[in-house]
């Protein structure tokens, strides 16, 4: 059954789903939505027009819906939507779009620890992590399963690839590929991340050409253009190289080389 503990405030219209567990002093705007068995501890605000998914856990004083930051705010109704299973340590924050009728979007099965910040228009997607004090400016893209270090800062409009994973305390200002580590300031990408290759199981044969790859790319001393003609030519053309190639031709602030 829902439990709301008394000190609670949460908002008549505010939609609880089944089983949802609602601790001391926290506040629930109108405007939310809470799937069914979330799980917010204590001191715990959601407000805005926020919806959650299923199994969300939320510790204390985390904030989550609440208007953007950004100075470019001229109202009108934004969102956070965020998926299922995911977990906020104490004191994240995630803020609300910018714009009248956009979104902050995150995915499911995600960390996100302590003191995180998930600024405006930021787009995550699943099994992500970021440890703590990581900070994600607005309109930052992270695709599936990348690992964020702590107190790494990512400039606005990054985009961090697939399986990718940047050292604490990078300070990350071009996208970061998929499938590599970052790390340094500014963050340079450094190599393949191996670890999370093999966690993820991705084949001996795709771990390689990846390997590859990188050396072409920031190694040999070509052009980013030029290095990707050599890739599509002379490389196997499996999945995670062709995304490794549409990532970085994609790229619109470059890759940290």
């Not at 059954?1 to 008394?6: A, D, K, R």
């Not at 714009?99 to 996100?112: L, P, Q, Y």
């Not at 050599?230 to 790229?251: A, C, D, G």
Request: with cysteine; glycine share 10%.
């Amino acid at each position: 059954m829902t439990s709301i503990h008394p000190t609670a405030l949460v908002h008549p219209r505010a939609e609880i789903g089944e089983g949802c567990v609602i601790g001391p002093y926290c506040i629930i705007g109108e405007h939310v939505a809470l799937g069914p068995r979330c799980r917010l501890h204590s001191h715990v605000v959601i407000d805005g027009h926020t919806r959650l998914g299923e199994g969300n856990e939320i510790f204390p004083f985390a904030s989550i819906g609440l208007k953007t930051q950004d100075l470019k705010w001229k109202g009108g109704v934004t969102r956070t939507e965020i998926g299922s299973h995911n977990t906020f340590r104490e004191y994240v924050t995630v803020h609300s779009a910018t714009g009248d009728g956009e979104a902050t979007v995150i995915g499911s099965h995600n960390h996100v620890l302590a003191y995180c910040h998930i600024a405006h228009n930021v787009t995550l997607g699943d099994h992500i992590i970021m440890s703590n004090v990581a900070t994600l400016a607005g309109h930052v893209i992270v695709e599936d399963s990348a690992v964020i270090g702590g107190l790494a800062a990512v400039h606005q409009f990054c985009r961090i690839g697939r399986l990718a994973m940047i050292g604490g305390c990078s300070k990350v200002v071009q996208d970061v590929p998929p499938f590599m580590m970052a790390d340094g300031n500014p963050a340079r990408t450094r190599t393949i991340n191996k670890v999370g290759l093999e966690r993820a199981g991705i084949s001996e044969e795709a771990q390689a050409a990846l390997r590859q790859a990188y050396k072409t790319l920031f190694r040999e001393g070509l052009t980013i253009s030029n290095a990707l003609e050599q890739i599509e030519k002379k490389f196997p053309q499996i999945p995670e190289v062709q995304h490794l190639v549409r990532f970085i031709r994609t790229s619109e602030r470059g890759v940290g080389k």
